[in-house]
């Protein structure tokens, strides 16, 4: 079965340093793989896709991912956090076409000042 | 574009009430999916749609929910009776059918409480 496994749930960083969200994957196959953003009291948002292309996928908002079949990894960047970046962060795995997504259980992204 | 909209944004009701959502996908866009999102179970696909035809609906949690899809830019979701177990985010996305494109494309949610 497809799953995603989002390895914090939290993660505290000060402004201007590295993020990094972990997320793991299992799938018989070379999954579509998305990364959303929710701020508070808002809907989802599309930061990224990775869909069999480009390995290293970069995103909006200085954000990208790096999918490495080999550690059925797709990490979360950004070299400098933000103050708007706190929020919820969702890795998302696609199935059945984009019919059917498979989301982790989220990582809550703390920006310190 | 104006994205998926949602409506109500809010609501508030009463046990034993019935509750309607509302929503408007991207013009354009041939399938129309509705989410619940609660703290205990997170995101949970409930139903979608593919040119306004109910393709799966083995996630809605049970008779008290129905949706329908009566054209191609309206969609609504109902809960009759509502109870206070069922307050959570409800979320609907859309997305097209094109060649490889899979990407989903949220609306803001209505969150709902029963009380």
């Known amino acids: 079965a497809q799953s995603v496994t989002q390895l914090d749930s939290h993660v505290s960083v000060s402004e201007g340093t590295p993020v990094l969200l972990r997320c793991n994957y299992s799938?018989?196959?070379?999954?579509?793989l998305f990364w959303y953003v929710q701020h508070p009291n808002k809907g989802l948002q599309l930061l990224l896709k990775y869909t069999s292309a480009a390995t290293l996928v970069k995103g909006i908002n200085g954000f990208e991912a790096e999918f490495k079949k080999s550690e059925t990894s797709f990490h979360l960047t950004k070299p400098s956090a933000h103050m708007s970046d706190a929020a919820e962060y969702f890795c998302v795995v696609s199935l059945e076409y984009g019919n059917k997504l498979v989301f982790g259980a989220g990582t809550i992204l703390r920006v310190k000042s | 574009d104006a994205g998926v909209i949602q409506s109500p944004r809010h609501e508030v009701t009463e046990m034993g009430q019935e509750v309607t959502l509302r929503c408007k996908p991207i013009?354009?866009?041939?399938?129309l999916f509705w989410y619940r999102q609660t703290m205990m179970r997170g995101l949970e696909l409930l139903i979608y749609f593919n040119n306004n035809v109910p393709i799966d609906d083995s996630g809605m949690p049970e008779d008290r929910f129905s949706a329908k899809m009566p054209n191609a830019s309206f969609s609504t979701l109902k809960i009759q009776p509502s109870e206070p177990r069922d307050s959570a985010v409800y979320f609907c996305?859309?997305?097209?059918?094109?060649?490889?494109?899979?990407?989903?494309?949220f609306g803001p949610g209505t969150r709902l409480l029963v009380l």
């Open positions: 799938s018989s196959y070379s999954p579509s």
């Open positions: 996305a859309s997305r097209r059918q094109s060649g490889l494109e899979e990407t989903q494309y």
């Open positions: 013009s354009g866009h041939d399938y």
